[in-house]
Nanobody
Framework: QVEFAESGGGLVQAGGSLRLACTAS????????MGWYRQAPGKQREMVVT???????NYAVFVRGRFNVSKVSGAHTVYLQMNNLEPSNTADYFC????????????WGQGVQVTVSS
């Protein structure tokens, strides 16, 4: 079972920035994508961004160029730099890992809370 070490959440005013970090361990098979999902109160979990081993990133439309994902080469570590945050970005953010071998397995971390005040 994949384990996650997530950090970087917190309270920030609108227009501010936060940087989330995640390291995944106990990886069994090849990781093809990592990234971040979020879940706002009363809403379903949704993808924020995923990034492949070749650094091909797929962002959600609502990111609108304000967020940037990066990963450490050769390590299962991914960062999410969030700039110009808005109250609508308030949510729990979950690190994501996709493993692929003879099947696809997806895992999410326990989440970090991000609160943006107006």
């Amino acid at each position: 079972q994949v384990e996650f070490a997530e950090s970087g959440g917190g309270l920030v005013q609108a227009g501010g920035s936060l940087r989330l970090a995640c390291t995944a361990s106990k990886i069994s098979f090849g990781v093809t994508r990592m990234g971040w999902y979020r879940q706002a109160p009363g809403k379903q979990r949704e993808m924020v961004v995923t990034i492949s081993r070749s650094r091909d990133a797929n962002y959600a439309v609502f990111v609108r160029g304000r967020f940037n994902v990066s990963k450490v080469s050769g390590a299962h570590t991914v960062y999410l730099q969030m700039n110009n945050l808005e109250p609508s970005n308030t949510a729990d953010y979950f690190c994501y890992v996709r493993e692929e071998s003879f099947q696809i397995d997806e895992y999410w971390g326990q989440g970090v809370q991000v609160t943006v005040s107006s």
